[in-house]
């Protein structure tokens, strides 16, 4: 498990678009309404707002619409206390079962308490890379490589969907529905900006759905994707009238909170299976968590 860690600063990038501010801080004041003026006001005294060549930037420089602009901040990175477990190792595949809250790959405020954070310390490998993603709130099975030379014939498998998922949710009871199900969509951005929605048009994701226990209250679903959008088996499920027990996002986002480690999302990536593009050997990986 992860240690505390110290108070970090993490580069930014203000993506600033086009505006009548006459200084840089004028403009990050209004493109950022939600932060306090006195923020800016901190960090340009500190030296914290900076252009594209890393000099700092005082609070009256001049607004220059397109020129690159970052800056500092702060964070507290709190370990997230849950563990992976490494399923897989040789020299060209690395094969974890990643635990529900953890994410796979830095982004927002994680940075150190991530699932290739980890394993790079882990195994003292930084050419370790994800072949996949899962989301934070997704467990089981994430795919790495560990060799850059054999590394695109293993993206290759995702690219070309050579390569068979499974996943197990818990949602609720579809008795009006024929199984399996294939559940095809146009899935779009919602403007949220972080979910996922359907659209009218031509289906550019498809999911089979099958019914592997029929228990009240949450029957037990084993679904395949052929194709790998964001938030896909999330949308679909929720589509179908069946959100996946404890999602926070669909069919309506909940507000947000801190996470209770009580209630993760019943997602879980069950098995991989492929014929492996280096040696010819057919592979399967089976999880070794449970709902």
């Not at 699932?115 to 709130?137: E, I, K, Q, S, W």
Request: proline content about 11%.
């Amino acid at each position: 498990m992860s240690a505390t860690h110290p108070t970090e600063w993490l580069r930014c990038r203000a993506r600033l678009p086009p505006g009548p501010w006459a200084t840089v801080r004028d403009a990050l004041c209004a493109h950022y309404p939600k932060l306090p003026a006195s923020l800016w006001d901190d960090r340009f005294a500190r030296g914290h707002v900076r252009d594209g060549d890393d000099r700092t930037l005082a609070a009256d420089a001049p607004f220059r619409a397109g020129a690159p602009l970052y800056y500092l901040r702060e964070f507290d990175e709190a370990p997230i206390p849950v563990e992976e477990t490494i399923v897989h190792v040789d020299d060209r595949l690395v094969v974890v079962d990643k635990p529900h809250f953890l994410p796979v790959i830095p982004a927002g405020r994680y940075r150190r308490e991530t699932l290739v954070a980890r394993l790079v310390a882990r195994l003292g490998n930084p050419d370790l890379t994800p072949l996949h993603r899962l989301d934070r709130g997704t467990a089981g099975l994430v795919l790495f490589s560990s060799d850059r030379a054999s590394r695109d014939a293993y993206h290759a498998l995702f690219r070309e969907r050579r390569i068979g998922k499974t996943y197990v949710a818990l949602a609720p009871p579809l008795p009006d529905i024929a199984f399996p199900h294939v559940r095809e969509s146009r899935l779009a951005r919602h403007p949220d900006g972080f979910r996922m929605m359907e659209l009218p048009g031509d289906p550019d994701t498809r999911t089979r759905v099958e019914v592997l226990e029929r228990e009240a209250p949450h029957w037990r679903y084993a679904l395949h994707p052929h194709t790998g959008k964001m938030h896909q088996l999330r949308v679909h499920m929720a589509a179908l009238g069946a959100p996946i027990a404890n999602d926070p996002w669909y069919p309506e986002a909940l507000p947000a909170g801190p996470d209770d480690l009580k209630r993760p999302l019943k997602l879980l990536a069950a098995s991989l299976a492929f014929v492996d593009p280096v040696d010819g050997r057919e592979q399967r990986f089976e999880t070794r968590l449970r709902l």
